[in-house]
């Protein structure tokens, strides 16, 4: 499996605070370690640092994640649902109304962006996600199928992006639910447009790579940075953003 597509935040979330019970005290230790040290840290140090600190760290616990969630038989369109559940559980948080609608915003685009390569995949159940007849590790086979793409180093960048979208998904969860204090400036002037310009990263890597392109006709804020950053960066590594991924190949990336 190449990578979920930043869907693991709401699952480790979810596990923090027993919405998800693995019964795996192993997971369930390693989750309580990434919610403590974002807890210990961000107090320290600014959101980015943070992020980036934790990257290997959250790259582990998404691999550990989605082991366990490749042997629930879970769909993933029930999983689905509950993004957009929170979506509008979101809505309902008074206290920072400007995090409210930017996690919001934050979530539909990672709906959109996850169904629409699931959906090309024809990935429906996470279980389709590890199925391998290997004995290498989830970790190793996803480092490993950065090479199946035309440029592994960006394939990289798009992964990055996405443990740091996870980071700052999980760092939002824990400041409305009241675990963390964060002030409202912090908010504004660091979490806030952490989050808008990773999501347009992630997007605009998924496109360079041919993972994922935006319909024409969706011409939202966000969805135009993706567009102008993904030529950008084709120009600057003299390259042409094209939709050439197939329906088999992308199958085959995600579940190397």
């Known amino acids: 499996m190449f990578a979920s597509p930043n869907l693991v935040g709401k699952l480790i979330v979810g596990i923090h605070q027993n919405v998800y019970n693995p019964s795996n005290t192993i997971l369930q230790s390693k989750v309580e370690d990434i919610v403590n040290s974002i807890k210990s840290r961000i107090h320290k140090d600014g959101v980015e640092v943070v992020a ?12 550990d994640v989605l082991e366990w969630t490749s042997k629930q038989n879970i769909p993933l369109s029930d999983y689905l649902q509950t993004i957009q559940k929170q979506i509008v559980k979101n809505i309902q948080y008074q206290t920072n109304p400007l995090l409210n609608d930017t996690l919001s915003d934050i979530l539909a685009l ?15 159940n996470f279980s389709q996600l590890n199925q391998t007849t290997t004995t290498s590790s989830l970790s190793d086979k996803i480092i490993a199928s950065f090479y199946l793409f035309p440029n592994p180093l960006y394939s990289k960048k798009w992964m990055d992006e996405s443990l740091k979208l996870e980071f700052a998904l999980i760092l939002a969860d ?8 964060f002030s409202k400036s912090r908010i504004k002037n660091e979490l806030i447009p952490f989050l808008k310009q990773t999501i347009v990263r992630y997007g605009a890597y998924a496109i ?41 190949h992308l199958h085959h990336l995600l579940q190397q």
């Open 174 to 181: 824990l400041i409305l639910t009241d675990e963390i204090s």
């Open 52 to 63: 980036i600190s934790l990257i290997p760290n959250i790259f582990k616990l998404r691999c």
């Open 110 to 124: 990672n709906h959109t962006i996850a169904n629409s390569i699931f959906e090309s995949a024809n990935i429906s």
């Open 208 to 248: 360079f790579i041919n993972l994922w392109y935006p319909k024409e006709e969706d011409e939202s804020n966000y969805l135009n940075s993706m567009r102008i950053l993904a030529a950008t960066t084709a120009m600057e590594n003299k390259a042409t953003v094209v939709q050439t991924t197939t329906k088999e």
